[in-house]
């Protein structure tokens, strides 16, 4: 738990450094379809932050960034890291290890209808996951960690990544094994804890105090059902 308070802590300090440099450097941070929303997963191999598409797919973005302010990704993992191609998030249910209460079940349940765009499927671009069914999307979703042009017009583009390309270039070089059609890691790729903030908020002190509670009922979270497992 140490550890994962240490890696909270610093991500908070990174966060408001960069806060402080206008104009410091962003992944496809000048995208157009990106709103002000930003989300972080907290990941055993650093952070990744991404925008979301709110005009592109505002059924699929609600979604998403409910199962994220529930905390429903907290101890999730990346299932499938295909190089070039997709690193893919597991489905809540099923795919995280902390048990989850009600109201994250019923959301997690939850299926999307298909909300397909004219969006490219290109490195960085959040595309969600789904059944033969268009309108089976819930919760598990992919990186592009390359160009794929056959999944254009056939999967829901949601958003993109504007952070941490660093650490989706350490997963594509972490050891596979293929399983059917799945490239997918050997160790579990963790995510650690989430959290989210608004890129438009207007007072930093205030932000910076929303982040900090978000941040300790994450770490708060993982650290209560740790208790119950190990107890």
């Known amino acids: 738990m140490a550890g994962l308070l240490r890696h909270v802590a610093a991500a908070l300090l990174c966060l408001v450094a960069a806060a402080s440099h206008a104009g410091g450097s962003t992944y496809y941070a000048s ?14 191999y650093g952070d990744i932050e ?4 709110p005009h592109v797919a505002p059924k699929t973005v609600e979604h998403i960034f409910k199962l994220v302010r529930l905390g429903c990704y907290n101890t999730n993992h990346f299932f499938r890291v295909d190089k070039g191609f997709v690193a893919q998030v597991a489905a809540v249910v099923g795919g995280r290890k902390a048990p989850m209460n009600e109201e994250q079940e019923q959301q997690a ?6 909300e397909f765009s004219t969006v490219k499927h290109v490195r960085g671009i959040l ?11 819930s ?20 958003g993109r990544v504007t952070k941490g390309d ?11 094994h293929k399983e059917g059609i799945f490239v997918m890691p ?25 982040l900090k509670r978000r941040l300790s009922e994450s770490a708060s979270e993982v650290e209560r059902w740790r208790r119950k497992c190990f107890v």
């Open 109 to 114: 349940e939850k299926s999307i209808v298909g």
């Open 50 to 53: 991404f925008g979301l598409f």
């Open 127 to 137: 595309s969600m996951g789904r059944y033969s069914d268009p309108d089976s999307a």
């Open 166 to 176: 660093d650490t989706l270039r350490k997963l594509e070089h972490l050891p596979t």
């Open 139 to 158: 919760s598990s979703f992919s990186i592009l960690l390359g160009d794929a042009p056959h999944l254009d017009g056939q999967y829901a583009v949601f």
């Open 186 to 210: 050997i160790e579990r790729i963790e995510i650690l804890s989430t959290y989210y903030y608004d890129i438009e908020v207007e007072s930093c002190e205030a932000e910076k105090s929303i």
């Open 31 to 44: 995208d157009p379809n990106l709103g002000s929303a930003r989300v972080v997963f907290q990941t055993n």
